[in-house]
């Protein structure tokens, strides 16, 4: 039979009732605390503390501390005015029992629901973090080939454009031979009529006939051989960096092209349990592309162990580090997500064109990490940070704003 207190306090104003229950130094963990819109309970065996209020009250936002002997509840009214009493004033035993029936049947109620409640919240959210990454890879893929379908056309354009003038160049030369032939046909033709006149006219003409044969001699000596027709091959040493050259930064993109070729040469063929390796498993390259296949597969397990040999064997390669964070964001390592997306940016420095899509990657990667573990202010930092690189991203602001709408939202509950 448990003991009832009597000996609480309650005060109020117009829109909250406060009420003090001594709890006799009770442990914290064992007081046991049941509030409902018309019932409060507060246990700490062997003492009880029950009231059945005489108004409604908004359970909702009802609050309890508990602490230096007194457990102080706040019970928001539903309606703002002032009670003339607490509780209810009948001795209705079969009404309270009813009230304390109601009461204990919603408070379980809201005990099931809420690990319902906290594993959709877990699935949307996770959900969502998929939802982002398959984004950007397809946007990755579109990017990529359009700007391939941008450089094929071009080069059918200046292919075009060449040949059309190489053309133009061959009719001109046929052109002039044709002309020369021509000349050298009439200069035959007057050559014929000349020597058939110097038979009738004696050798005065015959003379003039063999200097002008003598002279086209000469000229014919003298004029260059025609040119042969044939095509010439032209190849155009493309600029590393897709930018214009007057709107980049040549220092900070010279010293990126000298650290990634120092980072592809640091191979360290040394390790121990490297040595038993085959020779092409002890190229970072083909183990990353190993590690892209698996990750392709749904192997994600197989990526990691990839991209982990091949980090062993350069340290130096961000790529490795930032394919890795996409791996364990599969398997849910969140915390090692986190690490390798921070080794990518470190490495990726300094901040060229060349790297900007490869950071946007890494800091939407951990962003992602950042949110599933719910700390949504530095997911958010990061999201910011890869719109800075890619501001016309649609889906980048989408997700964005609704990593904001999680933040508001969290921050407006009691």
Known sequence: MP???????WTQTDSTVYINVPIKGAQVAKVDIVST????KVHYPPYLFEAFLCE????VRSTAKVGNGVAVISLPKRTNKMWEHLMITPNDKGK?????RR???KHQEKLSSEPRAKAEKKHTEKKFA??????LEKEERDSIQKMK????EKTEAELTAWQLKETQKAEEKAKVKLKRQRDNQSRLEAMTTTEENGCLDGGKIKDHRCNSEAKDKNKQVDLPAPRVVGNIQVTFTPRVFP???RESRVQEEEEWLKKQAKSRRAVNADVEELKDLKEEERNPGWLKDKGNKCFATGDYLGGVNAYSLAIKLNRKLPALYSNRAACHLKLRNLHKALEDSSQALDLMTPHVAANAAARARAHVRRGSAFCQLELYAEGLQDYQAALKIDPCNEALHADTQRIKDIIEGHCSQP
Do not use: C, F
């Open 56 to 59: 409604p009250v908004d359970d």
């Open 96 to 100: 309270k029992m009813d009230i304390r």
């Open 103 to 105: 009461a204990l049947l």
């Open 149 to 152: 379908d941008n450089e094929r």
């Open 243 to 245: 930018t214009a050259l």
């Open 3 to 9: 003991l009832l207190v009597t000996d609480y306090s």
């Open 130 to 135: 998929l939802q982002t990454i398959m984004k």
């Open 37 to 40: 819109d018309e019932y409060l």
